[in-house]
């Protein structure tokens, strides 16, 4: 039996596909994990200070970095002083990064951090995964007057 070229291709990008995607739903983390690693966090800061928490946060290693989950720190002023994904964002302008509206995020973490302490917040933004802007749910805690913490999860839309 002779298999022709022209179907081998198609069946090939497919299962390629197939693939793919399974091994980026599993390298995803969730929204109920990054509520739990923001958890671990605060229970962290509050456990060694803020000076450690910051550059163990920083560090982007376990347990504050798992995938595409990682602990982020703004403060007062929206400075990034913390950021285990995206080191080199730290001293810059948490409201240089903006949502696909143009919303500025570090505004609007601290939005909802002055209504309350710890919650969630949901934007639509660009997954640099997948190249899709996808739906994002960031959960913050106030772990101080002036700093806000939180880990955000994306969702495909």
Not at 8 to 21: D, E, I, K, M
Not at 48 to 54: C, E
């Amino acid at each position: 039996m002779r298999i022709r070229r022209s179907v081998v291709l198609p069946l090939a990008l497919a299962a390629a596909a197939l693939f793919s995607s399974s091994v980026a739903a599993v390298t995803r983390g969730t929204p109920a994990e990054a509520s739990a690693m923001l958890q671990q966090a605060v229970a962290h800061y509050k456990s060694v200070g803020r000076r450690q928490a910051l550059a163990d946060f920083t560090a982007g290693k376990a347990p504050f970095r798992d995938r595409d989950l990682y602990v982020f720190c703004i403060g007062a002023d929206r400075t990034i002083l913390a950021n285990g994904g995206y080191p080199t964002f730290l001293g810059t302008s948490a409201d240089a990064l903006r949502d696909v509206e143009g919303n500025a995020l570090g505004k609007a973490i601290w939005s909802a951090a002055a209504g309350k302490d710890d919650g969630s917040i949901q934007y639509r933004l660009p997954n640099p995964a997948t190249g899709r802007v996808e739906l994002k749910t960031t959960h913050y805690h106030k772990v101080a007057p002036d700093l806000v913490c939180g880990v955000g999860a994306f969702n495909p839309l």
